[in-house]
């Protein structure tokens, strides 16, 4: 198991519509998220998943990393800087002891290809399914559905198939 569970914005946002930011800490103890994701998931503007997330930081569920990730000599392409610190922090703390809580393709094409260990939101709801967190794992794909948050089909099935539920 991980030592260390970094999370990128749009796990965060994903868990906040179907009110799982509250499993992180019975899954994964502290999740981490870097500041620069901090600023992006809480804007001040009232956006979607905002209320969810400053309550999960102030349950300590959620905490910031304030120690600067060594810097990696890593092209990070197009990644914006949430994704490239979450990476940047895998690296510094050994990729093969982070669990990095991501979807975004490009970003986890390039985590992966430095060995770090990734899941993305389907996985959580996966796995909370799993330790008996959630009772339907497809009530939580319906809502994030009913959002306009995407995962692919391919990914929900694959989850549902896992957890029984296909």
């Known amino acids: 198991m ?3 569970v970094v999370s990128d914005a749009s796990p965060l946002i994903g868990l ?3 009110d799982g930011l509250g499993w992180l800490p019975a899954l994964f103890g502290t999740v981490w998220i870097p500041a620069s994701v901090q600023r ?3 804007p001040g503007v009232n956006a979607r998943g905002e209320r969810e997330v400053a309550a999960a930081l102030k349950a300590k569920g959620l ?3 304030r120690k600067a990730p060594s810097a990696a000599a890593v092209d ?4 914006d800087e949430g994704e490239a610190d979450c990476i940047r922090i895998a690296l510094s703390e050994g990729a093969a002891q982070v669990l990095l809580l991501m979807d975004e393709r490009a970003g986890r094409a390039i985590a992966q290809e430095l060995g770090v260990q990734m899941a993305g ?3 959580v709801i996966g796995l909370a399914k799993k330790r008996g967190l959630i009772t339907s794992a497809r009530a939580s ?3 994030l559905h ?5 995962i692919s089909a391919a990914v929900i099935q694959a989850v549902l198939r896992g957890v029984g539920e296909l």
């Not at 990070?76 to 990644?79: C, E, I, T, V």
């Not at 009913?146 to 995407?150: A, I, L, P, W």
């Open 141 to 143: 794909f319906e809502r």
């Open 2 to 4: 991980a030592r260390c």
């Open 146 to 150: 009913g959002s306009d948050f995407r």
């Open 40 to 42: 992006e998931v809480l």
């Open 76 to 79: 990070f392409g197009d990644l």
């Open 63 to 65: 905490r910031v990393w």
């Open 121 to 123: 939101t389907a996985a």
């Open 16 to 18: 906040a519509i179907v």
